[in-house]
């Protein structure tokens, strides 16, 4: 069984969850993945491609993606839709 850690991404630099990826792979972890839904989406991808690409090159790739949607009830009780994504790294 493979260990998963997962990282949510929120509203904080791209670099800041960088490095929290960074620090899970040197402590050991074989697989991270990344979750965002709504507008953190695109900062997700973007720490994907910087972890990567820059800070981990060679050492690490994208091996899953996986976008859904999610129903969620605001506080007036309305359905709302919100799209989600996953983004599985692992270590070579």
Do not use: H, W
Request: net charge positive; hydrophobic share 45%.
């Amino acid at each position: 069984m493979t260990e998963k850690n997962i990282i949510f991404i929120g509203n904080k630099p791209a670099t800041a969850y960088v490095m929290a990826c960074v620090i899970q792979f040197n402590s050991g972890a074989k697989t991270i993945v990344l979750k965002a839904r709504g507008r953190a989406i695109s900062r997700t991808v973007d720490v994907a491609e910087i972890l990567c690409k820059r800070f981990m090159k060679d050492l690490v790739e994208v091996t899953n993606i996986q976008i859904n949607t999610e129903q969620l009830e605001n506080s007036e009780g309305k359905l709302l839709n919100l799209s989600a994504i996953e983004i599985t790294i692992k270590k070579i």
